[in-house]
Structure formats: C-alpha cells, structure tokens
C-alpha cells in the first residue's frame, strides 16, 4: 500500500523546527508494510494545503498529516481535511473531558479556542493523545485513508506507537506481516558498524538489515517478512546470533525508545543498587539524564557538582596536594573524586567525570580529553578518551561513556 507523508508548518519551511517526524514516522510506516513515496512540507495556508491534498489523492492510499491540530489560528489541518472530506467537524467527548479536566487542575479559565483540540471528523475515530490535549483522527474516505497527527514528537510519537500502529494492522491485514527488532549499540561507530557487518548487508534479501545513526549511538533495524510472528521471530533470532557474534561487545539493548540510561536504570533497580555523581566536565548533565527516567529516586538519593577546584575541596574533600600535583584533568583527580561521593552519599556506585570542554586547552591537557571513573567497593576504575568534537558533543559523549561504565559493572555484578 502505498502512503505519504505531509508535514504542515510554515516554522518547517522556515528552518525554525527540523522535521524529525517525517523520519519517524517513515520508519514506523515501513516496518507496517506502507511503501512511502512521497515526503511533503507545507505552511500554514489552507489553500496550499488543498492543492497538496489533491495531489496526495492521486497517488497514495494513506496520507498522513503531522501538525496543525493545536488551539491557535495558524492550525488548520482538521478544518481543511474535513472540508476536502466533504464533512462537519464534530466533538470528542473523550477529548472534551480532558480539556476540561486539564484547565481545571490549573485553576486556569480556558479559552474558547481550545476547544478546537477536542474537534474531530466527523465519521472518523479520534487517537488518544496521552501527553498532550490536541486529538488524532483516522479518516476513511472512499479511496483514501487518512491519519491526522499532531506536531510535537512528544506527543505525536506516543499517539502512533499507542494508537495509530495497533489501528493500522487492524484496518489493513495483509497475507505477510512485517516483524521488526531494533539493536541499540555503543562505543561502535556507524561505519565501524557497518564494515564489520558489510556481507550481512550487502547480500540482505529477507530478514534485512538497517543502520542508522542515532546522536552518540548507532541502532539496527532487522525486518522479515513472514507468513507468521513464530516463523518470523525466529529468523530474526538467527540473525541477530550472526551480528551477535560479530558485534555483540558493543550491545546494550533493545527498542526503538529504549537508551542507556534506561538500561542503567533498570539494572540498578534490579540489583537494588545505588549510584551517585560528582561532575565537574558535566556540570550535572548526567545527573540531569539519570532523572529523566521515572523511578530513578529509587536508585538515586542525589550526587555534587564541583566544577571548581575550590569546590572540589568544598564539597568532596580533595586534598589540595593532589589537585596541586596532578591537576583537575587527571586519574588521580576524577577517582578521587568519585571515591568521596561514593563515601560521601553512601551509594553503592558513583561515578565522576573531569576533562576539558574547550574552547581552550587546560592544564597542559588538548580540547575533548575526558576522565571518567567508577567507584564501587571492589575499587575504582578510570578511562581517559580524548574526544575531538565540539563542546557540547564532547559533554554528551561522556555522560554516555559514565553510563555505559556503569552498565558493565552491573552486568558483571560490581567486578571492575
């Protein structure tokens, strides 16, 4: 079947928001057997998207629309789709409920506009929208179907995984199903990746194999298409042995939303272990990605930032001579570090990051070195790697190399 995906926006077209979705939303399409042709970008303009409409009915079963669902003036979506549908706008009342009991809880008056969110073709069922207040809507037109999404990938990405995914196996059976797994791997390279698994890829017919680039991480994509999940689950079982035996040091995990410090989190949770931090590199970023996840109270009472040496004397209690000899960008430095915050929270881990961000060198040391220690009660380890990016990547590449150290004592139950 094929499918295409409209984009409405005008900040798109103005470069203001990258449009992630398309890519999402293609990948997720794929992996339901949808052959998508077409990607397009629209403003905010009804006539525009009218003539975009038109087009997208002559050439696809499925068109699916991302933005344009929200309470202000410039969102247009439903009210042009239902126009081009031929039908009224009507009320969710699921949706109604929720706006009213949202604005309520705020002890906030809600405008009349924003009842536009709860709005819906009329004939066509409406998605929940578990994170946000704008309503999907799947409509079947004689000919075609279309899947109204709203904008914000945080609220656009639950609705497909939790609405849209189930809806659309239901509604278009096909005789072979498509069954994905997603490989999550770090400390491996896309192109490092690739080699390794270059006759795997190269010779693919079904199940297939594809990489992609994530920020700090590469995932795989294995896809075979089955007459049964039970047939298909186990070829894919035997393909990922193969990559398994060829990669599987640089493996952490599965799922397209899965990451690290889900991993982390989970192992700690499991083990009923506890971590802390003491960040000076970081300056709290991996404390911050710890707390992104629910539950990590659980496993983590609190931890320092000591970006300072006059803090890292405050707050940990590191000797001045050592700071004086071996300067802050040292071994000696971030394992001493992660020793007083391990003693200091009384954690059954605690890591520490040191290193030099730019835009200049410190301490004799080049932009992109980064310390990062464990302390844990069978002793302490430290990696130094030097890490030729820019700032902010250089932070980020860090907090995954702390979670990544931490993971594999985990998995090894403490052994360093």
């Not at 699921?94 to 705020?106: D, V």
């Not at 037109?141 to 659309?168: C, D, F, H, I, R």
């Not at 680039?213 to 298909?232: D, F, Q, S, Y």
């Not at 020793?339 to 929270?345: F, K, P, S």
């Amino acid at each position: 079947m094929k499918a295409e995906i409209i984009a409405v926006g005008t900040e798109l077209l103005l470069g203001q928001v990258v449009n992630s979705n398309a890519t999402f939303l293609s990948e997720e399409l794929a992996g339901l057997g949808f052959e998508v042709y077409y990607h397009t970008v629209v403003g905010d303009n009804p006539e525009r998207l009218e003539t975009v409409l038109d087009l997208a009915d002559s050439r696809s079963e499925l068109v699916v629309l991302c933005g344009g669902l929200g309470p202000t003036e410039d969102d247009l979506t439903k009210q042009v789709v239902a126009k081009h549908v031929g039908k009224e706008l009507i009320r969710d009342e699921a949706g109604y409920q929720k706006l009213q009991a949202f604005f309520a809880k705020r002890e906030q008056p809600m405008t009349e506009n924003n009842l536009l969110q709860a709005l819906i073709i009329d004939g066509g069922q409406a998605l929940a929208n578990r994170t946000g207040l704008a309503v999907g809507i799947f409509y079947q037109a004689p000919s075609v179907n279309y899947l109204l999404l709203p904008g914000p990938p945080n609220e656009l990405k639950p609705m497909v995984y939790e609405q849209a995914v189930p809806l659309l196996k239901k509604q278009f059976i096909q005789e072979e199903q498509l069954i994905s797994r997603v490989l999550r791997f770090y400390g491996i390279g896309e192109s490092r990746l690739v080699t390794e698994l270059k006759e795997l890829i190269e010779e693919q017919t079904n199940p297939t194999v594809a990489p992609y680039a994530k920020p700090n991480e590469v995932t795989l994509r294995l896809t075979v298409k089955c007459k049964t999940e039970a047939i298909g689950q186990q070829q894919l079982d035997e393909l990922e042995q193969v990559i398994m035996n060829r990669v599987g040091e640089f493996f952490y995990g599965y799922g397209e939303t899965n990451s690290l410090a889900n991993v982390v989190v989970d192992l700690l949770k499991q083990q009923q272990k506890t971590i802390t931090a003491a960040e000076s590199l970081t300056a709290g970023l991996f404390q911050a990605t710890l707390v992104d996840i629910p539950g990590v109270s659980a496993v983590f009472p609190g931890g320092f930032v000591t970006y300072s040496k006059e803090m890292k004397q405050a707050l940990l209690g590191i000797d001045e001579e050592l700071l004086h000899t071996y300067g802050t960008v040292s071994k000696e430095c971030v394992e001493a570090m992660a020793q007083q915050a391990r003693q200091r929270a009384q954690t059954d881990y605690a890591v520490a990051f040191s290193g030099v961000a730019g835009p200049k060198e410190l301490e004799g040391q080049e932009v992109g070195t980064v310390w990062v220690a464990l302390a844990s009660k069978e002793g302490t380890y430290s990696i130094r790697k030097v890490i030729p990016r820019d700032r902010a990547a250089i932070r980020r590449n860090a907090v995954m190399d702390g979670l990544n150290i931490v993971r594999k004592a985990l998995l090894k139950h403490g052994t360093l």
